[in-house]
């Protein structure tokens, strides 16, 4: 079975200053991996995803992971943060094989202040 | 906007009824998911289905139920409702059933309120 551990319930951070949302998982095949938003009151957004190839993973609005397998780590990172960037956050893991449902970590929420 | 519709958006009912919430995918995706988000479970996978079959089965309750029909659409069947229910339920659909990328795109939701 694969599970997904987010650490820190609540982030909190200052304006155009940088973040790490943390992520480990665990499964004994091999995964994909992602990141989604969900902003108040809305679904959940898909920010980034990693599928193979290179460990650094670009998404929108500025932000990245890093996928570290040693660690079975998926950190999310943005160099500098916006008021609008204020979000829940969850990290994600897919089974490569015919069910592709996503087991959610239980989700950061950043709290970006002015 | 996702393309996924799910109706209704809000939902108030009594313990102890049935209630039914609706999902359209994405025009050309043949999965549907559901997933079940509350303040203390997080976001639960409950069912998917692909192509009208179910595929995979997750932490739903045997009060509830689901199917997909033959247009795509999907239907979550929830009874005998206990306030423990009280949930936000969303869809998401995607393209494939094997194979892909394992790429969801979420509805906004219904959220279910029991009294």
């Known amino acids: 079975a694969q599970s997904v551990t987010q650490l820190d319930s609540q982030v909190p951070v200052f304006e155009e200053a940088p973040v790490e949302l943390r992520c480990n998982y665990s499964?004994?095949?091999?995964?994909?991996l992602f990141w989604y938003v969900q902003y108040p009151n809305q679904g959940l957004q898909l920010l980034l995803k990693y599928l193979s190839g290179s460990t650094l993973v670009k998404g929108i609005n500025g932000f990245e992971a890093e996928f570290n397998k040693s660690q079975t780590s998926f950190h999310l990172r943005k160099p500098s943060v916006h008021i609008s960037d204020t979000a829940e956050y969850f990290c994600a893991v897919a089974r490569m094989d015919s069910s592709y449902k996503l087991i959610f970590g239980s989700g950061t929420r950043l709290l970006v202040r002015p | 906007d996702s393309g996924v519709t799910q109706t209704p958006k809000h939902l108030i009912t009594a313990t102890g009824q049935r209630v039914t919430l609706r999902c359209s995918p994405r025009s050309g995706d043949l999965s549907v998911y559901w997933y079940q988000q509350s303040l203390d479970q997080g976001l639960q996978f409950l069912i998917q289905?692909?192509?009208?079959?179910?595929?995979a089965k997750g932490n739903i309750l045997e009060r509830f139920s689901a199917q997909q029909f033959p247009d795509l659409h999907s239907e979550l069947n929830l009874s005998s409702l206990e306030l423990g229910d009280s949930a936000l339920y969303f869809c998401?659909?995607?393209?494939?059933?094997?194979?892909?990328?394992?790429?969801?795109?979420f509805g906004e939701g219904s959220r279910l309120t029991v009294l």
């Open positions: 289905y692909y192509n009208g079959e179910e595929r």
């Open positions: 998401a659909s995607s393209v494939e059933g094997q194979g892909g990328t394992g790429e969801l795109f």
């Open positions: 499964s004994s095949v091999s995964v994909y």
